[in-house]
T-cell receptor, first 115, second 116 residues
Framework: DAGVTQSPTHLIKTRGQHVTLRCSPI?????VSWYQQVLGQGPQFIFQ???????GRGNFPDRFSARQFPNYSSELNVNALLLGDSALYLC??????????????FGPGTRLLVL | AQTVTQSQPEMSVQEAETVTLSCTYD???????LFWYKQPPSRQMILVIR??????QNATENRFSVNFQKAAKSFSLKISDSQLGDAAMYFC?????????????FGQGTILTVHP
């Protein structure tokens, strides 16, 4: 079975632009989470969606938004890009949320560079 | 708020030897889960092992095992018979149980180098 897939793999934008990152979860998984990983640091939680509803939000500004589609894929949108948004954006999928069985499996990430 | 601390920025080990990576966490919860993830230079995060806080028995997965000390809030990872392919950044992560969402809180990571 295919793992979590993300697109694009790399992206270069300029300050003030908007970006959309995409994620497809493992087949059968209904939850998608987004994390931001700045170089040399651990990932930071941005959002979690389950059954198309937002279940959790990290400490990120309103410039960050996300949604989940009926097929459980997800988009992360970032408006008014800042230099500090340069990072690896990771998507993780899990079958459920908050339960004993939940384990998050990560995709390869999208490397965003803001110039 | 829960925090996860990995006090070893870098570790090295000789091939076939054993290495232990340290992790401590701070929480007031009794129901939680702990994880070790591996991130090779290719960057895909891979789950290595997980531990449920309510289980006293330490989790093992082949050459990987943990030493879970709940009272001390310590969760170390032992890699036995180290292989060149074990070289990666290792992250310890915490997830609170009994909630409607599953946010992972990560430590800062430990870079593991394996010498042939």
């Amino acid at each position: 079975d295919a793992g979590v897939t993300q697109s694009p793999t790399h992206l270069i934008k300029t300050r003030g632009q908007h970006v959309t990152l995409r994620c497809s979860p493992i087949s059968g998984h209904k939850s998608v989470s987004w994390y931001q990983q700045v170089l040399g640091q651990g990932p930071q939680f941005i959002f979690q969606y389950y059954e198309k509803e937002e279940r959790g939000r990290g400490n990120f500004p309103d410039r960050f938004s996300a949604r989940q589609f009926p097929n459980y894929s997800s988009e992360l949108n970032v408006n008014a890009l800042l230099l500090g948004d340069s990072a690896l954006y990771l998507c993780a999928s899990s079958f459920s949320v908050g339960s004993h069985q939940e384990t998050q499996y990560f995709g390869p990430g999208t490397r965003l560079l803001v110039l | 708020a829960q925090t996860v601390t990995q006090s070893q920025p870098e570790m090295s080990v000789q091939e076939a030897e054993t290495v232990t990576l340290s992790c401590t966490y701070d929480t007031s919860e009794s129901d939680y889960y702990l994880f070790w993830y591996k991130q090779p230079p290719s960057r895909q995060m891979i789950l290595v092992i997980r531990q449920e806080a309510y289980k006293q028995q330490n989790a093992t997965e082949n050459r990987f095992s943990v030493n879970f000390q709940k009272a001390a809030k310590s969760f170390s990872l032992k890699i036995s018979d180290s292989q060149l392919g074990d070289a990666a950044m290792y992250f310890c992560a915490y997830r609170r149980g009994g909630t409607s969402y599953g946010k992972l809180t990560f430590g800062q990571g430990t870079i593991l180098t394996v010498h042939p």
